[in-house]
């Protein structure tokens, strides 16, 4: 069998950076007076063309390029199609709903696919090394694109309290890498898993868990490291807030999917306990700061909290179980949560004018699509049949209840129930009749055919993980075997060392 070219093994990312590289060149060399909007497409045809890379992808064997810093496989490959496929949704969102006469245009749509070859690598990454630069890419992008309404105050605020607090997170995290390396002598992951149990110095390897899942925790706002959330999601752009609650978070629960399950199995009985603490916390923080909340957006932002802790609750499953249990909630919540922020984006405009829960009020009358879309995606976040966020908490409280964790399923389930008022107030607040000042303020967006294919992907993800989920289910499934299986190319640095038992 001929080897795999190490490029291969990065294909997705390569063709993310070289488009932004072609919009970067080709936004400085446009006359300042021409529009820039055709960037967007270049940014999205790229990621097309990296999200079929990312299908293609499945037919190389599984296996590690780089030097053994780089891994392809089910797993990854899960998560680069949905990074990818956010990516792809938040940029059709852009091309319509940012206005043509916006600031460095070129470069909103250049740092959208730049941090895109982050989120993605930090998926692929096996080397702690390259997860520190992933995060990085990924985070400055991110950083900027929070503050981008720059003539606001909110959005200055919100990318500095992002770099600050994020900057801050990072430095635990490669902390936690530095004490890994003093314990075992690599930074390689599977080289760590066959070497830390036999650490000699257990307090070490102990640090460096603890600090490594403060980073990556903060990456996905849980609590209690979500004091950013609701300050950023309320001063970025609605279309960066879609990209933001989402694809980032699909790569940093990749990471910590990979950091406990697969470098630190043998501490299960450390780290299990602690995220069903931040699980527990998480659900009750966020949903009960939302019900006080009379700004979308930030209600939006403590419920993303909340489904943090949803998701964390599948880390009580053992195995395979909690892997795609946690791998399908990612891919329903990112439905359903690009989806809503596209319509909160086509309701508030970019300046979001319109920003408070009785701003909503009389949406299906003003605009019927717009209103259903919004009940429809509020319903998915309750978690009602037949839509995905049914089957996202369906599979995560079931991996809870069979790693035993069944006071964290019951706690999630009141957590629902406590979701579901502050969701059905805004449903209902849509469903009311407009006053006469509400009916001359209608939502006149620009509704073309970006955003219109933006909203169809939203509700068809969001429906086919309602109805037939099974497909998906079975490559979580796929992508939790690979994670648990034994690795094939690492070289244990101590010799006669027998790898821990799966």
Known sequence: MNPVPDIDRILPEVILALSGVVIMLTDASLPPAWPRRPLGWIAAIGTTIALWASVWQLSLPEGTGFYSTVETSAFTVFFHILICGIVLVALLLSLDTLPENTHHQGEFYALIVFGAVGMCLLTSAVELLVVFIALEISSISTYILAGWRKHTGRGPEAAIKYFLLGSFATAFLLYGIALIFGATGTTQIYQIALLAPAAQNQALVLAALALMLVGILFKVSAAPFHVWTPDVYEGAPSPVVALLSTAPKAAAF?????????????????????????????????????????????????????????????????????????????????????????????????????????????????????????????????????????????????????????????????????????????????????????????????????????????????????????????????????????????????????????
């Open 254 to 502: 990749a990471l910590l999917l990979r950091v406990v399950y697969e470098m630190f199995p043998h501490l299960r009985s450390l780290w299990a306990p602690l995220l069903w603490i931040v699980a527990v916390l998480s659900m009750t923080v966020g949903n009960l700061a939302a019900l006080r909340q009379q700004n979308v957006k930030r209600m939006l932002a403590y419920s993303a909290i909340a489904h943090a802790g949803y998701l964390l609750a599948a880390f009580a499953g053992i195995g395979e179980i909690g892997i795609a249990a946690a791998s399908f909630y990612i891919a329903a919540y990112a439905a359903m949560n690009v989806g809503i922020f596209a319509v909160v984006t086509l309701v508030a405009g970019y300046d979001e004018q319109l920003s408070l829960i009785d701003d909503y009020r009389g949406l299906v009358y003003r605009s019927p699509i717009l209103g259903s879309l919004l009940i429809f995606f509020l319903l998915s976040l309750i978690g009602i049949p037949f839509t995905g966020g049914f089957f996202g908490k369906f599979y995560s409280f079931t991996a809870a209840v069979g790693g035993g964790a069944i006071a964290l399923a019951i706690i999630g389930l009141l957590n629902s129930g406590l979701a579901a008022a502050y969701y059905l107030r805004l449903v209902v607040v849509a469903a009311q009749r407009p006053s006469d000042d509400q009916k001359v303020a209608a939502p006149k967006p620009a509704v073309g055919a970006a955003v219109i294919a933006a909203l169809f992907l939203a509700v068809a993800a969001t429906l086919v993980l309602g109805i037939i989920p099974g497909a998906t289910l079975d490559a979580a499934q796929s992508a939790a075997h690979t994670l648990q299986a034994p690795p094939q190319t690492a070289v244990p640095a101590v010799p006669d060392l027998a790898p821990p038992a799966r």
